[in-house]
């Protein structure tokens, strides 16, 4: 498919508050690799992707120390992890509706890709990578502070990751730690779904589903941690 025309982007200027010097740079980070391929010349948001994610830790961690002016560099890591994570990502894309300015392949467009928390993610790093390269840091913290204002909020407690949660359980009861093996995947490249069984020494094993190995172990240890009768407060 074709990048999008400037015109057709300006709602999504007006949902992330910046109106664009240089439009190609929105144009680029909206158009995922996919679309140019066999296509000489082509953009995609790749390497905005790569800036994106760096400018976003920065900002992020900015925001932490300000808003937990009293939180140790261990209380301030695991809310910096929760909130750089695909998940939190993907959430601020469709609050935007980033998903609906994407230039994608047709067969990716086809298969609902366009909703697909990775790409919405990926999209999400581009997009502030463009805020920082057309108005500076400050134009992309705006973004980021109004952007993830609710899920900072919602970090006043510590949140809990429950694979840490799950480990420190086990060492406490002098037990080895969880293992997690991959027992099933199945879906297409940009969509696949996998199946983790987490085994702790003396308990039934848990499977869990997820769109990643890393998500997927996350809700095998958090299934497990439940069944139990662990208290999981502000799980990440």
């Known amino acids: 498919m074709k990048p999008a025309e400037p015109a057709a982007l300006a709602g999504l200027e007006q949902a992330l508050g910046h109106r664009f010097r240089d439009p190609d740079l929105l144009i680029q980070a909206t158009t995922h690799a996919g679309a140019g391929h066999g296509r000489a010349g082509a953009i995609d948001n790749e390497r905005l992707e790569f800036l994106g994610d760096r400018v976003l830790g920065l900002v992020i961690a900015e925001l932490l120390v300000e808003r937990f002016s009293e939180a140790t560099e261990g209380g301030l890591g695991p809310r910096l992890t929760a909130l750089v994570r695909r998940e939190a990502l993907a959430e601020v894309a469709g609050e935007v509706g980033l998903g609906s300015y994407l230039v994608l392949s047709s067969a990716d467009a086809a298969a609902g890709a366009r909703n697909h928390p990775k790409l919405l993610a990926d999209a999400c790093e581009a997009v502030i990578a463009a ?59 940009h969509d696949p779904v996998f199946e983790v069984q987490v085994n702790v020494q003396g308990l039934e094993p848990i499977v869990a589903k997820g769109s990643s190995k890393r998500i997927a172990e996350k809700a095998a240890a958090l299934a497990l941690l439940q069944q139990l009768g662990v208290l999981q407060v502000g799980t990440s």
């Open 131 to 189: 805020l920082y390269l057309d108005g500076g840091l400050e134009v992309a913290r705006s973004f980021i502070a109004k952007g993830w204002a609710r899920q900072i909020g919602a970090l006043s407690t510590m949140p809990v990751e429950p694979k840490t949660a799950l480990q420190e359980w086990a060492q406490g009861r002098g037990l080895p730690l969880p293992v997690y093996t991959v027992t099933h995947s199945s879906g297409k490249a």
